[in-house]
């Protein structure tokens, strides 16, 4: 049975830190998962985070041009459900929301 578990993220770092953990920890293929932005517009999220946000000395000057045009998704494709309980797992550990099965 082929199942995918899609999650929305505030910003990309928690979708990424979610793959990576996928990746890592987990041993998932990273080719069967999907990091989009929700709309049609380049996003890195709804707020900023990691490289987007304030910058200490003596980093350059801040950012203001993160594009904040909407959520993140990942999705994961499964081969069964063995691995369903650990996608969860990260994607909750990452402050995922709307996790869906397709």
Same mark, same amino acid.
Request: net charge negative; glycine share 4%.
């Given at each position: 049975? @082929? +199942? *995918?578990?899609t999650?929305t993220? /505030?910003t990309?770092?928690? +979708?990424?830190? =979610?793959?990576?953990?996928?990746?890592?920890?987990? #041993?998932? %293929?990273?080719?069967?998962i999907?990091?989009? =932005?929700?709309?049609e #517009?380049?996003?890195?999220g709804e707020? @900023?985070?990691g490289?987007d @946000?304030?910058?200490?000395? !003596?980093? !350059? %000057? #801040?950012?203001?041009d =993160?594009?904040?045009n909407?959520?993140?998704r990942?999705?994961?494709d499964?081969? /069964? #459900? @063995?691995?369903?309980?650990?996608?969860r797992?990260?994607?909750?550990e990452?402050?995922? *929301?709307?996790? /869906?099965?397709?």
């Open positions: 049975m @082929t +199942a *995918s578990l999650a993220f /505030d990309r770092r928690e +979708a990424e830190m =979610a793959v990576e953990r996928l990746v890592q920890q987990f #041993d998932l %293929d990273r080719d069967a999907r990091i989009i =932005a929700e709309g #517009d380049n996003s890195v707020d @900023t985070a490289a @946000t304030e910058a200490g000395a !003596p980093s !350059p %000057d #801040d950012r203001s =993160a594009p904040l909407g959520a993140i990942v999705t994961v499964l081969a /069964d #459900d @063995t691995a369903a309980a650990e996608v797992d990260a994607f909750a990452f402050d995922a *929301s709307d996790v /869906d099965r397709a």
